[in-house]
């Protein structure tokens, strides 16, 4: 009979484990410009997200976002997506999953996304207008509290492609600002966020300008500026 017990104890303990573990979905359809850079960053996020012990899933199915699709995931990232991926129901679904308190992470492109959605504006904070080549570029971190920046000297030179925005919401909390100064093509001015969070909706956001190269994701920096956003993001455990 003890033997039973001791079993059966065994089995729920990992059963409940099981249940309690997180999971993540790594989206990255794209209808307009696609990034070379997709499969590299999807193949980095899924290791990074395997040594924090969270599942995740990487697609290009919108037929996931449904309620039921979306309701095992405690975050959603946008992997540079491009362009109107969303039908209108699965627009709806999504404004419930952010509602409901999940997370959402937008990495480079994802605010080259969804232009005619006003509500997926709000979510990712703005929009990209336009980028010069790329090159290398000083970044002022602002927040180094944050655990997506918290490893970050107070000045990173990075290299990479540097997003111009347009429609960029106000109250942000910026964690990162460029210094244009730094580089060519920035339009502007002194107040360049490159990275932010903020609460929408119900959710948390996350969002990053950086990605555009393959390179920049063998970073160590980077890699951790990822998963510290990605774990800020997650919904508190019950």
Not at 9 to 35: D, P, Y
Not at 93 to 102: L, N
Not at 188 to 203: F, L, N, R
Request: glycine share 10%.
């Amino acid at each position: 009979m003890n033997r039973i017990f001791i079993f059966l104890f065994l089995l729920l303990g990992m059963s409940a484990a099981v249940q309690a573990q997180r999971q993540v979905l790594i989206f990255s359809k794209t209808k307009g410009f696609r990034h070379g850079s997709i499969e590299k960053g999807a193949e980095v996020l899924k290791q990074l997200l395997d040594k924090e012990k969270i599942k995740s899933d990487h697609s290009e199915d919108a037929v996931l976002f449904t309620d039921q699709g979306l309701n095992k995931y405690d975050a959603v990232i946008f992997l540079s997506t491009t362009g109107d991926i969303l039908d209108n129901a699965q627009q709806e679904a999504f404004v419930r999953y952010i509602q409901s308190g999940k997370g959402f992470v937008g990495i480079h492109a994802a605010t080259d996304t969804e232009f005619d959605w006003p509500w997926y504006n709000g979510l990712v904070g703005g929009y990209f207008a336009s980028h010069p080549a790329v090159q290398k570029a000083k970044i002022d971190v602002l927040d180094r509290k944050h655990p997506a920046t918290k490893h970050l000297d107070p000045i990173w030179w990075h290299k990479d492609e540097w997003y111009n925005f347009k429609d960029v919401k106000d109250g942000l909390h910026v964690l990162m600002n460029l210094d244009e100064k730094s580089y060519q093509g920035g339009k502007m001015g002194d107040q360049h966020p490159i990275s932010w969070t903020q609460s929408y909706d119900g959710g948390k956001v996350f969002y990053t300008g950086l990605g555009h190269t393959d390179e920049s994701y063998d970073e160590p920096e980077f890699q951790k500026h990822l998963i510290g956003g990605i774990l800020s993001v997650l919904p508190k455990k019950k």
